[in-house]
């Protein structure tokens, strides 16, 4: 069966559907009750599942984080919401020096089964500590799974393939995506939680890209096939571990890759993409690996934000510099 739903609803479906096979699945997070989280993602889920296993927790992300690690190490699978990505930071010191390393400090004896749901990312124009890109962070950090979602089909599928991940997982969610509304098909069997995929083919130039910014670099595409140059998107999906088969396979074929993200350009996924890349095809390569990224600032008030953030223009921009080569 197939339904065209918002992100925001098929993580809703995707959760329930974990709440109902599981009965050791528990969802906390600020205002994820009754309110059913800021973006209304956990909408209905108390009233059905109960207070026992969809509940509110204090104004505190060190200690949701804490408290979802105790919970672990008792055998359940607790779901963590993070209202916004400039939040999560109060907890970070808990998931990458504990979470991230409990089940290496114990040699594999104890598993951390939690997931740590982030909305993040701008278009939406917020203030200050509410349009951030940190995945880049928990990347860095051994540990961590770190994935991201596009569509909502994937929405759908990768939350619960998530949930049933015996590691941590960062589920980092495209706010301005929550929305817009795809195909969910709920008979289909799951793609494996850490691969990418190409998202449309061509033969000049590879795209690559994560989250929201595939949209953008789909947009990009359409308008580079109207002025006959063939592009082909992958969507990266996994940001750690990366899956570089396909990645690897299309830039042997158009021998140009572009990487784009939301987030500063210093340090960020883009940069180990393109790193590895060079690495691994060097001798494929027709052009340097180029990226697109925000710039080396803080985000900016909201009016700015179209100035900030990557934009079709940049990809394309990019895309011609890589076949000036």
């Known amino acids: 069966m197939t339904d065209a739903l918002p992100l925001a609803k098929a993580l809703n479906a995707g959760l329930r559907k974990a709440l109902t096979d599981d009965a050791k699945v528990l969802l906390m997070g600020e205002d994820i009750g009754p309110l059913g989280g800021v973006f209304r993602v ?18 505190a992300e060190s200690g949701i984080i804490g408290t979802a690690i105790g919970l672990a190490m008792r055998g359940y699978r607790p779901v963590c919401e993070i209202q916004f990505d400039g939040f999560i930071f109060p907890g970070f010191d808990q998931i990458t020096s504990q979470l991230a390393k409990m089940t290496a400090r114990h040699e594999g004896r104890i598993s951390m089964p939690v997931v740590i749901r982030v909305p993040y990312g701008g278009h939406i124009g917020a203030v200050e500590h509410h349009q951030e890109s940190p995945e880049a962070y928990f ?33 980092f969610e495209p706010k301005s995506r929550y929305w817009n509304k795809g195909p969910v ?58 899956d570089y088969a396909p990645i690897l396979t299309s830039v042997q074929k158009t021998g140009r890759l572009v990487v784009a993200s939301e987030a500063p350009g210093s340090v960020n996924i883009s940069a180990e993409i393109a790193a590895t890349i060079t690495e691994r095809a060097f001798y494929t390569l027709e052009a340097p690996v180029l990226r697109v990224s925000s710039f080396d600032a803080p985000f900016p008030p909201a ?17 011609d510099r890589a076949l000036a080569y």
């Open 42 to 59: 956990t909408e209905g889920l108390q009233a059905e599942f109960g207070e026992r296993r969809v509940f509110d927790t204090p104004l």
């Open 303 to 319: 009016k700015l934000e179209t100035v900030y953030l990557p934009d079709a223009d940049r990809i394309l921009e990019a895309v």
């Open 185 to 242: 098909d709920f008979t289909a069997s799951a793609s494996p939680l850490h691969s990418s995929r190409v998202v449309r083919t061509g033969t000049q130039v590879t795209l690559v890209g994560h989250g929201a910014m595939v949209n953008v670099l789909m947009q990009a595409a359409e308008l580079a096939q109207q002025e006959g140059t063939s592009v082909e998107v992958i969507d990266l999906r996994s940001l750690s571990p990366i």
């Open 139 to 171: 990347a860095h950090t051994p540990g961590l799974r770190v994935v991201s979602p596009s569509t909502p089909n994937d929405a759908y599928w990768m939350i619960q393939e998530a949930i049933s991940s015996n590691d941590p997982v960062l589920f």
